[in-house]
């Protein structure tokens, strides 16, 4: 895919220049620049002596479930602090400068849709969301407590049924949504073209998207600063942080760049 004289970014350029379909799929790893630390970083503070794939499970919950609902309160003032970096702002422009574009997120930050990217697929779910873990009724999220400081906290009680309430994310274990997923899969079998941003490619069965798109003839292009599992399927790896590559990108692309 890569011409001997081309660089990354204008091969990249060259295939979503006639890509009608173009699906982003992105992992922590594109919510890094913007102070949310990816999901299998060490962990710091409070949460330093935890692993993040132990306390992402329903067991987890239901042993330590302060502990947990802690954890998350935690990562959700993180994101509300967090800004969106240049890199988000690209593939907000992206749209208008392909015909068809979506993203497929395996993040539950909600960053995509804060900056106003317009077809948003959160595949693990969102952290603005609640509901209860027995019966996974609804709770509304004004009404779950935010503890200021960096600490363990008693999730609230489902109203209906009485159990506890967890936050409405995708743990290890458990099935993606069947709607986003089929729409995702879907995505990923009729797309021209597949950015790869920010994830380890290391977690089912999100880490298929590349290979159906591949498989499907899309190109697939890779952005990540580290070598990934996804790296080996890549027609085109961009070597970089997103904050920095996808400016250059849509830069690149918007300017007609395709030599
Ligand atoms: C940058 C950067 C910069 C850094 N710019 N890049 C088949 C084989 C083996 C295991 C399984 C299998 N099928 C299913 C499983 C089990 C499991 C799984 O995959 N385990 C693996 C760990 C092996 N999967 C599941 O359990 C899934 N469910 C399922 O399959 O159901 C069916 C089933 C049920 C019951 C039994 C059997 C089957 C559910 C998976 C749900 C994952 N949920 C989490 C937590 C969500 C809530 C939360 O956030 O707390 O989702 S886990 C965690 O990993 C989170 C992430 O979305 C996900 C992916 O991580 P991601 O995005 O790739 O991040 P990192 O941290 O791994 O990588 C960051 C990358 O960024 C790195 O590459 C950096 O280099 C890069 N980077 N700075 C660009 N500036």
New binding site residues.
């Given amino acids: 895919m890569l011409k001997t004289e081309e660089s990354p970014i204008q091969a990249a350029v060259r295939a979503l220049h006639t890509a009608r379909r173009v699906v982003v799929a992105t992992?922590?790893?594109?919510s890094?620049?913007s102070g949310i630390p990816?999901?299998?970083?060490a962990l710091t503070g409070l949460w330093a002596r935890y692993d993040?794939?132990e306390?992402?499970t329903e067991a987890a919950f239901r042993r330590h479930p302060a502990r947990v609902f802690g954890w998350?309160a935690w990562?959700r003032r993180l994101v509300r602090a967090a800004v969106p970096h240049a890199?988000y702002h690209a593939l907000v422009s992206l749209e208008g400068l392909v015909s068809e574009l979506a993203i497929v997120t395996?993040?539950?930050d909600g960053l995509h849709r804060r900056v106003g990217s317009r077809r948003v697929l959160e595949?693990?779910?969102s952290l603005d969301r609640f509901s209860c873990v027995d019966a996974r009724h609804p709770f509304p999220a004004d009404r779950a407590p935010e503890p200021e400081a960096d600490t363990e906290c008693e999730p609230p009680r489902c109203e209906r049924c009485g159990s506890p309430v967890r936050?409405d994310?995708?743990?290890?274990?458990?099935?993606?949504a069947a709607g986003v997923t089929a729409e995702a899969w879907d995505l990923a079998a009729s797309c021209r073209a597949m950015l790869v941003?920010?994830?380890?490619?290391?977690?089912?069965?999100?880490?298929q998207l590349p290979f159906i798109a591949r498989d499907a003839g899309a190109t697939v292009i890779e952005?990540?600063?580290?070598p990934?599992e996804i790296s080996g399927v890549a027609h085109i790896v961009c070597r970089?942080?997103?904050?920095a590559v996808l400016p250059a990108l849509v830069a690149a692309l918007s300017q007609g760049a395709t030599k």
């Fill in positions: 992992g922590a790893g594109m890094r620049e990816t999901f299998r970083e993040p794939e306390l992402a998350y990562r890199g395996q993040n539950v595949l693990h779910g936050p994310v995708v743990w290890f274990g458990e099935m993606l941003v920010g994830t380890s490619g290391l977690v089912q069965p999100a880490a952005v990540n600063p580290e990934t970089g942080p997103a904050g």
